[in-house]
């Protein structure tokens, strides 16, 4: 299957800083990039729809000041935390699925993020 | 949108028998119901998908079934091991869309 990438897997940082996640993919072209957010023990959390070249779509009550996405390139997005506090950490996975995008999503490692 | 729930939170079972998990969507349009593992500190890796004009796949131990008319589908794990204790996830999606998630089974395998 397709491969994704993201870095770094874990991170751990002090509040007010920003954390920047690189997620790739390696063996196709991913014109679309999905980022989730999953607290310890719950479900993932769609935060927003990226594509290649266009502004990303952001999901309800999702901060899109707060998370920059960026997706300038067919192979790399990334997921800026800007300000980072304390309860942004969480486990962030980005996701991505081979053209014509209508089946399986394939993804990252995940990132792990803890804010002190 | 789309919305999934997922039954039950979680499940427990001796080595050998059966588990079965449920899920529900809400949109019609979904045609694409994978389901995935998530083993801790690890993203979730796919273990087995069905698309809406098939009513159920198998994969060795593992199946899935999907009623359209009652939007429901369903994870069948047979002869379970130690090593399929994790978190299970469904999801729901149509073409273009992410996938949307239901809330997650744990399932533990006791010997």
């Known amino acids: 299957g397709a491969v994704v990438s993201q870095h770094p897997s874990w991170v751990i940082c002090k509040s007010g800083t920003s954390v920047k996640i690189e997620c790739r993919s390696l063996?196709?072209?991913?014109?679309?990039m999905f980022w989730y957010r999953q607290f310890p023990k719950q479900s993932l959390m769609l935060m927003a729809t990226?594509?290649?070249?266009?502004?990303?779509?952001?999901e309800q009550g999702v901060e899109k000041d707060k998370f920059l996405i960026n997706h300038a390139s067919l192979t790399l997005s990334t997921l800026t935390v800007t300000s980072a506090h304390p309860e942004d950490s969480s486990f962030y996975i980005c996701?991505?699925?081979?053209?014509?995008?209508?089946?399986?999503?394939?993804f990252g490692e995940g990132s792990r993020l803890t804010v002190l | 949108g789309e919305n999934v729930e997922q039954h039950p939170s979680t499940l427990s079972v001796q080595e050998g028998d059966s588990a079965v998990i449920k899920c529900t969507y809400s949109?019609?349009?979904?045609?694409?119901f994978p389901w995935y593992k998530q083993e801790l500190g690890k993203g979730p890796q796919l273990i087995i998908d069905?698309?809406?004009?098939?009513g159920e796949k198998k994969d060795q131990r593992i199946a899935v079934t999907l009623n359209k008319t009652a939007k429901h589908f369903s994870l069948h794990i047979t002869e379970t091991q130690p090593e399929d204790s994790a978190v299970y996830f469904c999801?729901?999606?149509?073409?273009?869309?992410?996938?949307?998630f239901g809330k997650g089974t744990t399932l533990s395998v006791s010997s």
């Open positions: 996701a991505s699925s081979v053209p014509p995008n209508t089946g399986e999503l394939f």
């Open positions: 063996d196709f072209q991913a014109t679309t």
């Open positions: 990226s594509n290649e070249g266009s502004k990303a779509t952001y």
């Open positions: 949109d019609s349009a979904s045609n694409y």
């Open positions: 069905i698309r809406s004009n098939v």
């Open positions: 999801a729901a999606r149509q073409a273009g869309t992410a996938l949307i």
